[in-house]
């Protein structure tokens, strides 16, 4: 599986942005998948997660309430749309595939390039 992310840029504080995660492969639908993040020397961190049917999902309790994470599996699509939107969540949000919809690196195979998220005061 290949993934392709997208739709990060700069933002004020409280504004919004979808981040969207193009899948290559036929497999996609078998996959859960998730969003990390990892600002300026810190260590990746769990955003959202779903599983491969999209009937479940799952939050850090930092973006729980802002955040939202939906798939499309006609269409090999993964996206997160982004409300309220925090200084503090400026990083490089990184999309990835895996086995079950976990909150740590260890349980995804697949990851994508990144998508820079800035977010101004």
């Known amino acids: 599986v290949q993934l392709q992310a997208s739709g990060g840029g700069l933002v004020q504080a409280g504004g919004s942005l979808r981040l969207s995660c193009a899948a290559s492969g036929r497999t996609f639908s078998s996959y859960a998948m998730g969003w990390f993040r990892q600002a300026p020397g810190k260590e990746r961190e769990f955003v959202a997660s779903?599983?491969?049917?999209?009937?479940?999902?799952y939050y850090a309790d930092s973006v729980k309430g802002r955040f939202t994470i939906s798939r499309d599996n006609a269409k090999n699509t993964v996206n997160l749309q982004m409300n309220s939107l925090k200084p503090e969540d400026t990083a490089v949000y990184y999309c990835a595939a895996g086995r079950a919809p976990g909150a740590t690196p260890s349980y995804y195979d697949y990851w994508g390039q990144g998508t820079l998220v800035t977010v101004s005061s």
């Open positions: 779903i599983s491969w049917s999209g009937g479940r999902t």
